[in-house]
């Protein structure tokens, strides 16, 4: 037994003592709780299990060996199941990803994580949301930190006032692209993150942000909340304390949560019209944080057209088509074809990655249409050529000189708009999606 089985042999286990347990019925009395290490116990209503005649006792123990046979090493001993919890089971879950799983006999999950983030569930959307896009991408290396910052310069230009934040801790450098160093602040977002945690955010919090020269000049305003400070300080010390939580009496506040508090302090502060994030690149928890736990309104998922890059979206529309987390998500992607070479014909190219895009979407993203059968109004599905869909993506080329310009504040009196409309389309759709007309 692999991980990667436990959730569908767990619901076959399930099936087959249905009868004698009725755990259909039962099913706001027990739960699955996988642990850090990833192993399975089952969790029973304290209640429940006291009101329960010795035939179901001896039938629920046959169940807790099952698991215990069928799983291994991913199951807790027979011996120590079923674990005894409280329903709703309320307090058992802080600090936890709680899904659904099975389709013949659904059941609730109770997944810990290491860093209290995942990729499983989506926060509520409120007011900070509205005005948020991520930039994420499956692997570095694609043009996304660029392409935030000359937005942020295009925004500001068409009068915006902008908010920047660098969430690529583990590999900063947003800032340095829009502050030059007699700009930067004493602090940044992993001080505030560390300084939290001891209830002494507030010390950091004047002292975390500072204006871009690029909107020098112009209607707007880029308020820049770079990852670190202008002194480093012991940052590696500080990352290894950034994902902790903070408890508020007895009130358990995972990071990502203090994370959306800070964005709501600068907003409170700046009233910024467009938020703009950089995140991790990966599939890591970190990155997660950025694209569900602060809800944006709009994620744009860069992409090069590439094996790597399909495989990656593919696993993370996979992961949230199987824990019925989909539907919650897929309205905020839109899909980014980055840094697209300067080919003569790149037509083949553009070809590729949006077949590539779609078949990503349409598989685990999109509603699956009956053969013959016209799209409903209310349906998320879209053709593969729709240039309004999610996976038909926005535009980004490939530019010799601006791709090796590592400090963007140095050109703001250089900068020339048709130059940069014509390397980055995407700014008109972006504008689009923040209500100016391109």
């Known amino acids: 037994m692999l991980f990667d089985k436990m959730l569908a042999t767990l619901e076959d286990i399930f099936l087959r003592h249905d009868s004698a347990l009725f755990l259909r019925k039962r099913k706001e009395s027990f739960y699955i709780n ?22 179901l006792r001896v039938a629920l123990a046959a169940l807790c060996t099952e698991i215990s046979e069928k799983l291994g090493k991913h199951a807790f001993p027979a011996a120590r199941m079923p674990l005894v919890g409280e329903a709703p089971f309320t307090a058992d879950q802080q600090g936890a990803v709680v899904f659904t799983y099975g389709e013949h006999l659904p059941f609730t999950v109770v997944d810990r994580m290491l860093t209290e983030s995942s990729w499983s569930s989506r926060a509520t959307e409120d007011s900070l949301s509205q005005k948020m896009t991520v930039f994420y991408s499956i692997k570095g290396g694609v043009g996304r930190s660029t392409a935030l910052a000359v937005a942020a310069w295009h925004l500001a230009q068409r009068g915006k006032r902008v908010m920047v934040a660098d969430m690529d801790l583990e590999s900063p ?35 975390l942000f500072a204006t871009s020269p690029l909107a020098d000049g112009s209607r707007g305003e880029i308020v820049v909340i770079p990852a670190h400070g202008r002194q480093y300080g012991d940052y590696i010390a500080k990352m290894g304390r950034a994902w902790m939580h ?30 703009l994030i950089d995140a991790r690149a990966g599939l890591d928890e970190i990155a997660s ?42 309205e905020s992607l839109q899909m980014v074809a980055a840094m697209i070479p300067p080919l003569e014909d790149n037509q083949p190219y553009m070809q ?10 349409r598989e685990q993203l999109y509603d699956a249409l ?39 504040h140095t050109l703001e009196s250089t ?16 504008d689009t999606f923040f209500g100016e007309q391109a």
């Open 34 to 55: 996988r642990d850090l290490r990833g192993r399975a116990a089952l969790v029973w209503d304290a209640v429940s299990l006291e009101q329960m005649d010795e035939s």
């Open 173 to 207: 450098g947003l800032s340095s692209s829009l502050l030059p160093e007699d700009r930067r602040p004493d602090y940044g977002l992993l001080d505030w993150l560390v300084e939290d945690v001891v209830e002494n955010g507030d010390e950091a919090l004047e002292r």
């Open 246 to 275: 903070r408890m508020d009496g007895e009130t358990r506040i995972p990071w990502p949560q203090r994370l959306r508090t800070l964005l709501r302090k600068l907003d409170g502060q700046h009233h910024p019209e467009c938020i």
């Open 289 to 330: 944080a950025s694209v569900l736990d602060l809800a944006p309104r709009l994620v744009l998922l860069f992409a090069l057209e590439g094996t790597q890059t399909w495989t990656g979206y593919s696993i993370l529309f996979n992961h949230w088509n199987t824990i019925g987390q989909a539907r919650n998500i897929r």
């Open 352 to 361: 590729r990655l949006r077949e590539n895009a779609w078949d990503c979407f």
């Open 370 to 408: 009956p053969a013959g059968e016209e799209r409903q109004s209310d349906a998320f599905s879209f053709d593969r050529d729709d240039v309004e869909a999610p996976h038909s993506p926005w535009i980004i080329h490939w530019h010799q000189g601006l791709s090796a310009i590592t400090q963007l």
């Open 415 to 430: 900068l020339d708009a048709a130059q940069i409309k014509g390397t980055f389309p995407f700014l008109s759709s972006l």
